[in-house]
């Protein structure tokens, strides 16, 4: 848009005729007393408003502009509640459902209004019975897994030291009689043993405790109160009596348990005495093949590291009995080579000095370097063959 000062641009008055403005003074004050006063120029707010900016708006508007559809108009009112129908089938399942209720109240009522006094401590004696029977084969079966495990201990523990002492030595190969030669520490083996013997004696001395009589109900008459009441005394009392066996018994599981530790301490200071023998038979025997010291110290090692209480671990004692016994017999094998290479080697001196002493003269049959001969052992004149001192010759 244009401003109307850039229309006019000498003001409102301007005379582009060259004739002199009339005096309208009194049309000027005609008019404020009809309108008022004039306002006073202020500057403009803001910026004229550029024309060729609000002509691109409109293009682009008209461009991009989307039809506006009439059925996007929805209407504000709710929509119509359905009208609920009536189910006959729920209704009826509804009303048994009261019904059963309410009968099952009455009936409970009616029970409770006609019940005996004798009928409501059967209950509780029956009660109590069912809390002994299961009390009593719990009882039961504890007993019974405690005498196993005492005799499955007893036997492990009687393979173990047969074990140990069956491996402990091994026959000497160097010894004309097959001495034993121990392959473990003695001391160490002793303790062992001790532990052990004291843990079965231990083991062997446990006693269980005896179980309470099997509880029978006795014979009474169930519509009598006193009566009822005496059976529950007496069913009172056998749970008392079950509880204290019960006790007894775990103080026995626990003595058992703790019986063993002494000699497991023993078999595994025992074990782990093997890797230092198996160095010491190394060092004992250096001579013998490398791949046999190497298994030793193997089986050193894995008897060490196992749990010999598990009847599986115990074949790894009889590996390195095995094994020490194989380095010792290798050695001695070395040493007899050695033996028989060094008898060889005398031989061949002795042989080759009696070659060396046959090849020399008898200094006794030597001839004088004059060329003179020695007259005989006998005294006989070589040139006659007189005998010396007027003798006759034979």
Not at 67 to 86: F, Q, Y
Not at 216 to 241: F, H, K, M, W, Y
Not at 266 to 272: G, N, Q, R, S
Request: hydrophobic content about 40%.
């Amino acid at each position: 848009m244009t401003a109307l000062s850039d229309l006019f641009p000498n003001g409102p008055r301007a005379d582009v005729s060259g004739v002199p403005p009339l005096d309208d003074h009194h049309t000027v004050q005609r008019l404020r007393e009809m309108i008022g006063e004039p306002r006073e120029n202020r500057a403009q707010a803001r910026p004229i408003a550029n024309t060729n900016e609000l002509i691109r708006m409109a293009d682009v508007a008209v461009k991009t502009a989307v039809p506006v559809s009439a059925d996007a108009v929805t209407s504000d009112r709710p929509p119509k509640r359905t009208r609920r129908r009536v189910d006959a089938l729920a209704l009826s399942a509804g009303a048994l459902a009261v019904a059963a209720v309410v009968a099952a109240g009455t009936i409970g009522a009616v029970q409770m209004a006609t019940a005996s006094p004798a009928a409501s401590s059967l209950e509780s004696l029956q009660a109590d019975e069912a809390a002994i029977q299961n009390a009593y084969q719990s009882l039961k079966t504890t007993s019974d897994r405690i005498a196993a495990d005492i005799q499955k201990q007893a036997a492990d523990a009687t393979a173990l030291r047969g074990a140990l002492v069956a491996t402990s030595t091994t026959p000497d190969p160097g010894s004309e009689e097959a001495e034993p030669l121990p392959v473990t520490d003695p001391a160490a083996l002793s303790t062992a043993l001790e532990a052990i013997d004291s843990y079965t004696t231990g083991l062997a001395a446990v006693s269980l405790p005896e179980l309470p009589a099997e509880y029978a109900r006795p014979d009474i008459d169930t519509e009598s109160l006193v009566e009822v009441g005496s059976a529950i005394d007496a069913a009172q009392e056998q749970l008392v009596v079950l509880d204290a066996a019960t006790a007894e018994l775990r103080t026995v599981e626990s003595q058992v348990g703790s019986l063993g530790a002494p000699a497991e301490a023993a078999v595994e200071t025992y074990t782990a005495t093997f890797p230092g023998a198996a160095q010491a038979a190394n060092d004992r025997y250096p001579d013998a093949d490398e791949a046999l010291r190497t298994a030793l110290t193997d089986a050193a090692t894995r008897v060490a590291e196992a749990d010999l209480w598990e009847p599986a671990n115990v074949a790894a004692l009889t590996v390195y009995r095995d094994a020490f016994g194989a380095v010792a017999a290798d050695q001695l094998r070395v040493e007899i080579e050695r033996e028989v290479e060094r008898q060889r080697e005398i031989e061949e001196e002795r042989r080759q000095q009696q070659q060396q002493d046959n090849q020399q003269p008898d200094p006794e049959q030597t001839p004088p370097e004059d060329g003179s001969t020695e007259p005989p052992a006998d005294g006989t004149d070589p040139g006659t063959g007189t005998p010396p001192d007027g003798e006759t010759a034979p």
